[in-house]
C-alpha cells in the first residue's frame, strides 16, 4: 500500500477540480476557508441552541431578538407615524367638514340673529308708534315706508344731492288718505302727503325745498316758516334779527297751517345768526329722516281751538 | 524552523486505521488521564491529533473536518456546550493546514513552535469564544494557560514521534 520511492508533492489547490461549474469564482478560489466558515456557522447555531441567557431565554432566540429589533422597532415606528399622519389626516378631514359646517351654521345662525333683532326692533319701534298713538288727541294711522326718492334735480351747488326729499308709504286712497296730511312719528314731524295713489303715497318731507312748516320756538314763542335746507336741515324764516333766539332751542309745530298739529316737536335749532331783516337759522329735524321704517299719518287734525281745550302741550315745561 | 519555501512540500500517507485508533485512545485518555494525574486536565489529546493530521495531510478541508469532528466528540464526553470545541479545532485544523502548504514543518523545532503557537491560539479562540457567547464564562488564567502550554508541546512532541512511525511518503 505504502510505497516509499514515491514522493507525491503537493496538490496545488486541493479538491478545485471537484466543485460544480456554477459556484461562484470567489468561493471558487477560497471553498476551503467558505467551508470553514460554513462549519463554525454551524456550530455557533448549534451552540445557540443550547447556551442561555437572562432566565433560560435561548441564545438564538436572544440573537433574533436582537437582530430584529431595530428593524421592529423601526417598522412599528414608521407604521405608527403612518396611522398618525393618517388619523391627523382624517382628523383634519373632518375638522374642515365640520368647520365647513358650523361656517354654514354660523352664517344661518348670524342671518337670524339679525332677523330677529330687526324683528325685535320693529316690535319696538311699533311698541312706541302704538304708545304715541293712543297717546295722542287726533286720529292716526300707522304706514310702512316702502320706497324713498331724491331730489337731485333741486340740489343746490354743494349741497348732497343724495338727500332724501320724499318717501313712499304703504297707504293710500283705500286707507282714507288724501293730500296734505300730515305724517308724523314719536320723534317729531316727518312731512305731508303730496300725492295718493290708490294703495301708496308719496310724502313730502319737511327738508324738501318746497316744504312748508308753521313752526315756534318753544322757548321764545317767536313762530315762523320752517323750509327745506341744505344736506337734510331746515332752514326757519321770516324771524325777525331782534328776535332772541337760542341755540339748542326746541322749534314745534305751530299749528297754524292746517295741516300739522300743534306742539310736535319738528327739531331743534342748531345756529342763527342775523340777516339783512331776518335771522338766518338753521333747524336740525327731530326725525332722521334717513332712516325712516314706520311712520303715522294723522288723518284728520283738530282745530288749533281743539288742541288747547284737550290741553295738548304746546310750550315744553 | 519553519521556512517559506517554493520547494515541492512532500505529502504523506498514514495507514486509515491508525486515526481511528489515534483518536480513539486519545479520547479514552483524555477521559481517564485526569482521574488519576492532576496535570492531565491540562493536556488537550484532540487538539495535538488534529495538529498532527493537518499537518501531515496539507489538506484544509481534511484539517477542518477533523477538528470539527475530534472537537464535538470532546464536546459531547464533557459537560460543556456541544460546539465551542468543534469550532475552536475547526479553526486550528484549517490554520495548521494552511500552514504546512507555505512552510516546511517537519523539522523538530519547527513543529514544537507550531504546537506552541496553535495550543496557545486554541486556548485564546476556546476563550474568545466563552466571553462571546456564555453570559458568565470562566476568567482567564495565565498561569494555567502556560501549564497547558508547556504540556501540551511536551505530549505533543512524544505523540507526534509515535505517530510519524505509521507514516510514509505519499
Redesign the interface.
Known amino acids: 500500500?505504502?510505497?516509499?520511492n514515491?514522493?507525491?508533492?503537493?496538490?496545488p489547490v486541493?479538491?478545485l477540480e471537484r466543485e460544480g461549474p456554477n459556484m461562484p469564482a470567489i468561493i471558487r478560489r477560497h471553498?476551503?476557508?467558505f467551508?470553514?466558515l460554513a462549519?463554525?456557522a454551524a456550530?455557533?447555531l448549534?451552540?445557540?441552541l443550547?447556551?442561555?441567557?437572562?432566565n433560560h431565554v435561548p441564545?438564538i432566540r436572544y440573537w433574533a431578538v436582537a437582530i430584529f429589533d431595530p428593524f421592529e422597532r423601526a417598522l412599528g415606528g414608521l407604521m405608527e407615524a403612518s396611522s398618525h399622519s393618517y388619523q391627523t389626516y382624517r382628523h383634519l378631514w373632518h375638522a374642515e367638514q365640520e368647520n365647513q359646517e358650523l361656517r354654514v351654521q354660523l352664517v344661518t345662525a348670524q342671518a337670524q340673529i339679525q332677523r330677529l333683532g330687526e324683528q325685535a326692533g320693529e316690535s319696538q319701534r311699533l311698541r312706541t308708534l302704538l304708545n304715541f298713538k293712543t297717546q295722542q288727541a287726533f286720529q292716526t294711522t300707522a304706514a310702512e315706508v316702502i320706497a324713498s326718492s331724491e331730489d337731485a334735480l333741486h340740489a343746490a351747488p354743494g349741497e348732497n344731492s343724495n338727500a332724501i326729499t320724499a318717501i313712499f308709504i304703504d297707504k293710500g286712497s283705500d286707507s282714507g288718505l288724501s293730500n296734505d296730511l300730515a305724517v308724523i312719528t314719536p320723534e317729531g314731524v316727518v312731512g305731508k302727503i303730496l300725492a295718493v295713489f290708490p294703495h301708496s303715497s308719496q310724502v313730502l318731507l319737511i327738508t324738501d325745498s318746497s316744504s312748508g312748516v308753521g313752526v315756534t320756538l318753544a322757548q321764545s314763542r317767536v313762530q315762523g316758516i320752517l323750509k327745506g335746507g341744505t344736506n337734510g336741515s331746515c332752514d326757519l324764516k321770516y324771524v325777525m334779527n331782534e328776535e332772541t333766539v337760542g341755540r339748542g332751542e326746541a322749534v314745534v309745530t305751530s299749528g297754524l297751517d292746517q295741516i300739522y298739529p300743534k306742539g310736535l316737536p319738528v327739531g331743534t335749532v342748531i345756529s342763527a345768526t342775523d340777516g339783512m331783516i331776518y335771522k338766518n337759522i338753521t333747524i336740525k329735524p327731530a326725525v332722521d329722516l334717513n332712516r325712516l321704517e314706520m311712520v303715522l299719518v294723522v288723518l284728520k287734525p283738530p282745530p288749533v281751538a281743539e288742541q288747547q281745550a284737550l290741553n295738548i302741550p304746546s310750550r315744553p315745561q | 524552523m519553519p521556512t517559506s519555501t517554493h520547494r515541492p512540500i512532500p505529502v504523506f500517507q498514514i495507514h486509515p486505521a491508525v486515526l481511528p485508533v489515534a483518536v480513539l485512545l486519545g479520547m479514552l485518555l483524555q477521559a481517564l488521564l485526569p482521574l488519576k494525574l492532576p496535570l492531565a486536565h491540562l493536556m488537550d489529546f484532540p487538539l495535538l491529533i488534529t495538529i498532527y493530521f493537518a499537518l501531515i495531510r496539507r489538506d484544509k478541508i481534511y484539517g477542518i473536518a477533523l477538528g470539527t469532528v475530534l472537537g464535538l466528540i470532546q464536546d459531547a464526553l464533557s459537560h460543556g456546550f456541544i460546539g465551542i470545541d468543534g469550532i475552536t479545532k475547526a479553526i486550528v485544523g484549517y490554520l495548521v493546514a494552511s500552514a504546512s502548504t507555505r512552510f516546511e514543518l517537519e523539522s523538530l523545532p519547527a513543529r514544537t513552535l507550531l504546537t506552541g503557537v496553535f495550543v496557545v491560539f486554541h486556548t485564546l479562540c476556546l476563550t474568545a469564544l466563552q466571553h462571546a457567547l456564555l453570559e458568565a464564562p470562566p476568567p482567564i488564567q495565565p498561569i494555567a494557560v502556560a501549564s497547558g502550554l508547556l504540556v501540551n508541546v511536551a505530549l505533543g512532541l512524544i505523540l507526534y514521534q509515535i505517530l510519524d512511525r505509521f507514516r510514509r511518503p505519499a
Open positions: 500500500m505504502f510505497d516509499p514515491v514522493v507525491d508533492f503537493i496538490r486541493p479538491g471553498r476551503s476557508f467551508t470553514l462549519v463554525v456550530q455557533v448549534v451552540l445557540s443550547q447556551i442561555t441567557r437572562n441564545l
